[in-house]
């Protein structure tokens, strides 16, 4: 039964984050993953700290943070990945200080990388799952660069970041926003959005079944078998690409006939 939950919960994240992680990908803001975890993940430090349930003070320093990130318009000069990265660190530091302060903190502090994916119940994976849908559809329909069209994506990427942290940690939540986008990354832009979402069901599923084989963590297990996975795709679609030079240089030509289309429609960012 307790394989049976973990499964299905890493399923219902590796059907999501990754294609939230090919948006992320598009905008070259790769670390706002990252910063909303880890802003998340110190919510729940402070809650413990202030004796608070965590899920809470996690929304309200995330709330507080999308905001302040909506306001830093996509095309700015300042570079975004700096921005955010330092956001992170900030977030990290608060987080590492407040737990040091309290009892048993370092094992608090492994709680929230690796989560508590082996105590999720059924009532947790439809919360997961309801929140993962929400996060949906707010943040795939297209959007403009305006404040409020930010606020909107950046919002529907913390609704599934903050629950989802708490069922699987900030490494993996990380991990399956990245590396499936990733791996299918293509010549600068997105590869096939199934793709990514197939590689993340079968590391999903081969790490669980693995981590229970060999009594591993979870959570690290399916990072290991996600990234091995990743890394052999990646490799595949190099190769595929190097041998079809033709194939590689029309892709490239209508790419740039896209890019001269959508130049005067600078103002709306579509996913």
């Known amino acids: 039964m307790i394989l049976l939950t973990v499964l299905i919960a890493t399923l219902v994240i590796a059907i999501t984050l990754p294609v939230l992680g090919q948006r992320v990908l598009e905008r070259r803001i790769v670390f706002v993953d990252l910063a909303l975890a880890q802003v998340a993940a110190t919510g729940y430090a402070m809650g413990m700290a202030l004796q608070i349930p965590g899920v809470y003070a996690a929304a309200a320093t995330t709330s507080i943070a999308l905001v302040l990130m909506a306001l830093m318009d996509e095309d700015t000069p300042l570079p975004k990945e700096a921005v955010m990265g330092a956001v992170y660190a900030f977030a990290a530091s ?13 094992g608090q502090l492994m709680g929230l990388l690796f989560g508590s ?3 999720i119940d059924w009532q947790g994976i439809i919360e997961l799952s309801v929140f993962a849908g929400l996060g949906l559809l707010l943040a795939l329909p297209e959007h403009s660069n305006t404040f409020t069209g930010r606020l909107r994506f950046y919002a529907g990427l913390s609704l599934i970041i903050v629950p989802a942290i708490y069922a699987i940690g900030v490494l993996l939540v990380f ?9 299918v990354w293509r010549r600068g832009h997105n590869g096939p959005t199934w793709q990514a979402l197939t590689l993340a069901v079968i590391a999903s599923t081969a790490g669980t079944l693995l981590a229970d084989f060999l009594d591993l963590p979870p959570s690290a297990t399916v990072v290991l078998t996600l990234a091995f996975i990743a890394v052999i795709t990646g490799l595949i679609i190099y190769f595929v690409d190097r041998n079809n030079p033709e194939e590689v240089e029309e892709d490239e030509e209508e790419d740039d006939e896209s890019e001269e289309e959508d130049g005067p429609e600078r103002g709306s960012l579509t996913d």
């Open 175 to 183: 991990a399956y926003l990245v590396m499936p986008a990733l791996s």
């Open 117 to 119: 994916v082996l105590g």
């Open 94 to 106: 608060v987080g590492m200080v407040l737990l040091s302060l309290l009892p048993y903190g370092e």
